[in-house]
């Protein structure tokens, strides 16, 4: 009867062992797999970012008409920083900054970003320029002096041709162009321009 009792106690403890030891490795399989999903998701999102701004001016360099005055700047964005243009006009037409897109975003269907603005009221232009220097854009449906945070999106095929050899937008290598123009009437003058979050969708 000791011997049974003793062999009954061995088996029981056994398999205690064995569901522990199971429960433990299912615990660690999904603890592993976790983390791997952020990253997995983080990833996809970096992908998807022209531009968060998060070392906002760098990597923007300015453009502007003869006369203009512009200094690039960081800002207060939404959450973090922003891309800050700030202008004056004088007796030019158009001032702006550029940025070089490394990647093919062929895969994409446009460009999402906010902006506001202030200061005076000029119209405001998105254009993307191919190797050649051929130039494809888009007028926004915003004054340059917008106050409130604005989403705009960019379907790729509302691209206008502007000029250049190319009448075809090459999206495999291109230039991002923010473009602050004096149309008829509009104001010239001085302004700032801020710019968060440039990132593509499908």
């Not at 202030?118 to 232009?125: F, L, W, Y």
């Not at 041709?161 to 149309?183: E, M």
Request: aromatic share 10%; net charge neutral; proline share 2%.
């Amino acid at each position: 009867m000791f011997k049974f009792s003793k062999f009954l106690v061995l088996v029981v403890c056994s398999i205690l062992l064995l569901s522990l030891t199971a429960a433990r490795k299912r615990g660690t399989d999904s603890d592993d797999s976790a983390p791997a999903a952020a990253a997995s998701s983080k990833t996809a999102a970096a992908e998807d970012m022209i531009d968060d701004m998060s070392a906002a001016p760098s990597g923007w360099f300015t453009e502007m008409d003869s006369g203009a005055t512009v200094k690039l700047n960081a800002a207060k964005g939404q959450k973090g920083k922003a891309l800050e243009i700030a202008y004056n006009f004088n007796a030019a037409n158009w001032l702006g900054a550029r940025k070089k897109i490394t990647g093919d975003l062929s895969n994409y269907k446009g460009i999402r970003f906010a902006v506001r603005g202030e200061g005076a009221a000029n119209s405001i232009e998105v254009k993307f320029e191919n190797s050649d220097y051929s130039n494809f854009g888009k007028l926004l449906p915003v004054k340059s002096n917008t106050g409130a945070w604005t989403t705009i999106e960019i379907p790729f095929t509302d691209l206008t041709y502007y000029w250049g050899a190319s009448q075809q937008l090459d999206l495999k290598k291109t230039l991002l162009h923010i473009a602050i123009t004096r149309k008829d009437s509009d104001d010239g003058g001085i302004g700032k321009l801020i710019i968060d979050g440039i990132e593509l969708y499908k």
